[in-house]
């Protein structure tokens, strides 16, 4: 008894066939079958080549999984809901298990992708949040700043910062545009990768300015505030997230806590974006755009010796 009928009768129902035309099978679908089969896509809407980017890379690392959700053809010969796929097929040199549909009425097309396509978050089954904290990193770690990372890469990056993400989401449950944002977030999260033995000053500073606990900030959290009302950042652009970023690794890095002032240049962005890599790149099975930070030794305000993006160097006789 297949699982529908099991579950109908248990129901006390009767599974109620319909007598159709419409046959679905499974089929191995390669570059030269792709694009044999794209012949019949002769009205289909618009090719989205981000969509077929993200397929075609999702194909290639071997991420791509047989679903109920395929290609289909009418009654007519005409393709729906087929072009994204064989593309990517086609782009990614691969062949790949597809289910195929033969028959479909001819209104079928206007009820294919009526829906939006299932979150990232929902795909992996992890938390909004994190997904877009995940998507935020590959941004700017990538090499051209690709829009739709694969759902692989986007795991394995939850993965490597999920705990991080975990800690700064606890140090408080409220939700504030800009300073709960995910530049926020993830800037948190850089400084406690960074510096472990500062996590609790981070998160601290990060949930005193979600919670607008002016009393708690720091002139650098207060001169982060004031270009944020003052509508100097424009978070909407892809640009905007990183200057927000980068003035937030600022705000909330407890060892820069005096700055009246944030000012952000090109080789700022470009030290924001090279620390977004670092966090992850040791964690994740793919190329990240980044280069070795430097080494310098410094002291810090609190006359804590460190080295910039390594743990505490207690030689020098810190007792921090």
């Known amino acids: 008894m297949s699982i529908v009928n099991k579950l109908l009768a248990d129901a006390g129902l009767v599974a109620r066939p319909v007598k159709t035309q419409v046959v679905t099978r499974t089929l191995i679908i390669g570059p030269d079958e792709a694009r044999a089969l794209l012949a019949a896509n002769a009205d289909n ?32 010969g005409r393709g729906i809901d087929l072009q994204h796929r064989l593309n990517a097929v086609i782009a990614s040199g691969v062949a790949i298990e597809m289910m195929v549909t033969e028959n479909l009425s001819d209104d079928a097309f206007e009820a294919i992708d009526q829906h939006e396509r299932r979150s990232i978050s929902d795909a992996l089954r992890i938390e909004r949040e994190l997904a877009e904290c ?9 090499n051209n700043q690709k829009n739709n990372p694969t759902i692989l890469e986007v795991g394995e990056t939850a993965g490597a910062i999920g705990f991080l993400h975990a800690q700064v989401v606890a140090a408080t449950p409220t939700k504030r545009a800009i300073f ?3 530049a926020m977030r993830s800037a948190a999260i850089t400084l406690i990768s960074e510096r472990p033995y500062k996590s609790a000053q981070v998160l601290a500073n990060y949930r005193s300015m979600v919670l607008t606990k002016t ?14 009302t ?18 937030a690794l600022i ?6 806590s005096q700055f009246t002032k944030i000012q952000i240049g090109e080789t700022t962005i470009s030290d924001a974006k090279e620390r977004i890599a670092q966090v992850i790149e040791v964690d994740v099975d793919f190329p990240v755009q980044s280069k070795p930070m430097p080494l310098t030794k410094k002291t810090c305000a ?3 010796c460190c080295y910039f993006g390594q743990p505490a160097a207690k030689s020098c006789g810190c007792s921090k």
């Open 215 to 228: 009393e708690d900030w720091s002139p650098a959290m207060h001169a982060f505030n004031r270009q944020c």
């Open 230 to 247: 003052n509508g100097s950042i424009n978070t909407k652009v892809s640009s905007g997230r990183i200057d927000l970023f980068a003035r």
């Open 134 to 142: 995940a998507r935020f990193f590959l941004s700017f770690a990538l």
């Open 302 to 304: 609190d006359n804590e």
């Open 45 to 76: 809407r618009k090719l989205r080549p981000g969509r077929v980017e993200f397929y075609a890379s999702t194909m290639k690392q071997g991420g791509w999984r047989l679903t109920h959700q395929g290609i289909a053809f009418g009654a007519n």
């Open 251 to 256: 705000a909330l890095d407890p060892t820069k």
């Open 180 to 182: 709960s944002s995910v």
